[in-house]
Structure formats: structure tokens, C-alpha cells
């Protein structure tokens, strides 16, 4: 059974949607405008380059053929300039020609019109979803940083530890011998710990040397 995407993640993102055809670039950007954080509608690359040159962008939505240009050029351009922000095509056309050029300039996906909105809100969430799985490692790292700033290293080690052997269901199943055949650490040192992260319900226990490991909970640690 296919996982069903939240779509809410969306609302954490900018897009900016380029189309040269009026209509249709209101009709979407009115769509898309329920779904993420902020969407700037352009009618051509120009425009379009001012607000990726000002503006935080996550992800592009681009017309191949526009006016005076095509969305392949565009990308090109930012592509030389540095920008390796995601881009998702869309064009009436199915020239395999823009769909070759796109690939060699990294696009991540390639539409044709007419759009079809749930499938342009799945592209979106599937080329989001890495940014946010980098954010979530990048706050784990920082909570373990920071951790090692406040408290011995031991616990970190444990933390580590912990980490290290969850299983794919983000279970740790070790008992406190296991972690001191690792770690040089005594058992009421584990026992702490492993209140600490209990009343934190960071790290839930199921059953004996078994555990519930609950990073959605790390967002509630208050490090100061």
C-alpha cells in the first residue's frame, strides 16, 4: 500500500512559478498559494531572475518556452551563477530534445500541460522532502553538539550509542550490559540517562532492555 504524502510540509516552502500564459499562471498560482509558504508568480525569466537573486527560493516551477527565452536557458543561467535550487519543467511540447537538455542541467522532474495539480503537488512534496530530512539530521546533530557543550561525554556516548543501534523501526533493543560492554560507563550513570530521556519521552520504554526512540520529541527539548 502506497504511504500517503502530507502535503503539509509544503507550507514550510517559497516557490517561484514562471508561465507566460496569463491565465494559467493566475489558475495555478491561486492553487498553489493554498499549499505552501509563499509563491511568486512570473511572466518571464527576467522577473523571475530578480526574485531568485532577492528572494529565498526552494524550488522552481518553469514553463519551457517563454517569452524571449525557454525555462532550459534559464536554468542554465543559474546553474552558471551557483544556484542549485530544484526545478520542475512544464511545457505543451513533449520534444525530447528540452527533455535531454533539462537532464544534463539537473532538472528534477519535467511536466506536460495541461498541469495536472495533484500530480505538480506530488513533485513538489517529493523534491521538498529531502530538504526536510536534511533539516531534521541537521537539528539532531546540533542537539548532540550541544549536548556535548553542556554535559559529560559519557552521556554522549551513551546518546551515540543509542542512536547508532536503533533499528528500522527506531527501536533500541539493548539491555544496560550491552552499553557497558561499549561504553566505560557504570550502571547508575545508564539508569540516569535513561530517566532523563524517559521523562523527556524521548526514549520510551516498551519492555525490558527495549525501547521507543521518538526524535518527533527532540523539538521539545529546551537546551537553555
Do not use: W
Not at 510540509?9 to 512559478?17: E, K, Q, R, S, T
Not at 547508575?188 to 524517559?198: A, D, E, M, V
Amino acid at each position: 500500500m502506497k504511504k500517503e504524502r502530507n502535503l503539509d510540509i509544503l507550507a514550510n516552502f517559497n516557490i517561484l512559478y514562471i508561465e507566460d500564459e496569463v491565465s494559467l499562471l493566475h489558475q495555478t498560482t491561486t492553487v498553489l498559494e493554498d499549499f505552501v509558504k509563499e509563491i511568486y508568480p512570473c511572466k518571464d525569466a527576467k522577473s523571475a531572475y530578480e526574485i531568485i537573486k532577492s528572494r529565498a527560493v526552494d524550488a522552481i516551477i518553469s514553463d519551457i518556452l517563454l517569452e524571449n527565452t525557454t525555462g532550459i536557458e534559464f536554468l542554465r543561467t543559474l546553474r552558471e551563477e551557483g544556484f542549485e535550487t530544484p526545478i520542475i519543467f512544464t511545457t505543451a511540447y513533449t520534444d525530447t530534445k528540452y527533455l535531454l537538455e533539462a537532464i544534463k542541467l539537473k532538472a528534477e522532474g519535467y511536466m506536460v500541460k495541461p498541469i495536472n495539480i495533484k500530480e505538480l503537488l506530488n513533485h513538489l512534496y517529493d523534491l521538498l522532502l529531502t530538504k526536510i530530512q536534511d533539516k531534521e539530521i541537521e537539528k539532531n546533530e546540533n542537539i548532540i553538539k550541544t549536548v556535548a557543550a553542556i554535559t559529560d561525554t559519557k552521556a554522549v556516548e551513551m546518546v551515540k550509542f543509542i542512536i547508532n543501534n536503533l533499528d528500522e523501526n527506531s527501536v533500541f533493543n539493548h539491555s544496560y550490559s550491552d552499553i557497558m560492554d561499549n561504553i566505560d560507563v557504570s550502571k547508575p550513570t545508564i539508569i540516569k540517562l535513561f530517566k532523563q530521556l524517559g521523562d523527556l519521552e524521548i526514549l520510551v520504554k516498551l519492555q525490558n532492555s527495549k525501547y521507543q526512540f521518538k526524535k518527533e520529541n527532540l523539538a521539545n527539548v529546551d537546551l537553555l
